[in-house]
């Protein structure tokens, strides 16, 4: 039977990748995490033993534990962390009844560092159009919502990385790129196994604005259109990037519950009722 404080996968699922995601809490034991070492999109790690030294990082947020069951541990921390002033409730069934449903996972080993704990540092050009903004935003809502980005000069990319242990991306002969058709949101979308059908929406149409190739999907040209608007309205990266990540908000939520949605201009106006009399 679920518990009062509890939310479901699907539940969950729906939440993901919007403004309402909650903190998400894995706290399964060092044995449990081993042998199956991935997350949830968006999660992060922490130790249940500890729960009482990092409880208040969580005060007033919503935040949801799981475990591999959903049981004691998901339980008792979730129990610490309402002691600490945070909304608190259990994923029913934990990794167990994720995995069930055949929900995406994203494998530790693929976290630059293998860091599944978050606060991850990413490094790229400065100037962001497209694949520069687009890629945070995945990051963010279905990887690491603590991710922190630099936006530096093209040429000093790489030895940014270098010398202070940033992740590169969108830039040449690093992981983290195009590869061949495909550009870096898709590469992402594919290495973090995000396999959400709306995400691999979003993705064509970031592919088609990022690569000069409209005919991927109708939305591409529009996107492209609002990208560069946007980094004209913005001198300052990081804050073209806190814009933008209302604008890919938007379009993954049409992605995934308006592309059938229609919208006719109708008058409601007393001439239009008289015309039709």
Not at 256 to 265: F, I, M, S, V
Request: with cysteine; charged share 25%.
């Amino acid at each position: 039977m679920a518990s009062f404080n509890s939310i479901s996968p699907e539940k969950l699922a729906r939440l993901l990748g919007t403004q309402k995601t909650p903190a998400i809490i894995d706290v399964r034991d060092h044995d449990d995490f081993s042998a199956a070492p991935y997350l949830l999109p968006s999660s992060m790690r922490r130790d249940h033993a500890r729960v009482a030294d990092w409880a208040a990082e969580f005060k007033g947020q919503s935040v949801v534990v799981l475990c591999k069951h959903g049981a004691k541990l998901s339980e008792g921390v979730a129990a610490w962390l309402r002691l600490a002033g945070a909304s608190a409730e259990v994923l029913e069934g934990g990794l167990s009844a994720w995995e069930e449903l055949k929900m995406p996972l994203v494998p530790v080993a693929i976290l630059p560092g293998g860091n599944a704990f978050g606060g991850s540092l990413w490094v790229t050009r400065a100037r962001p159009k497209i694949d520069r903004i687009a890629c945070p935003w995945l990051i963010r809502r279905f990887v690491d919502p603590a991710a922190r980005f630099l936006y530096v000069t093209a040429s000093e990319v790489e030895a940014v990385a270098e010398r202070f242990g940033a992740t590169p991306f969108d830039v040449e002969d690093v992981f983290w790129s195009h590869r061949g058709e495909d550009c870096t949101f898709d590469t992402m979308v594919k290495e973090f196994r995000l396999g959400f059908p709306a995400l691999q929406h979003v993705a064509r149409i970031v592919r088609g604005a990022d690569t000069n190739r409209p005919d991927l999907e109708p939305e591409a040209a529009g996107l492209f259109a609002l990208s560069l608007g946007l980094s004209r309205l913005f001198a300052e990266d990081l804050e073209q990037l806190e814009a933008g990540m209302l604008l890919y908000d938007a379009l993954y939520r049409w992605a995934r519950d308006a592309t059938q949605e229609k919208h006719d201009w109708v008058s409601h106006g007393a001439g239009r009722s008289r015309n039709r009399e």
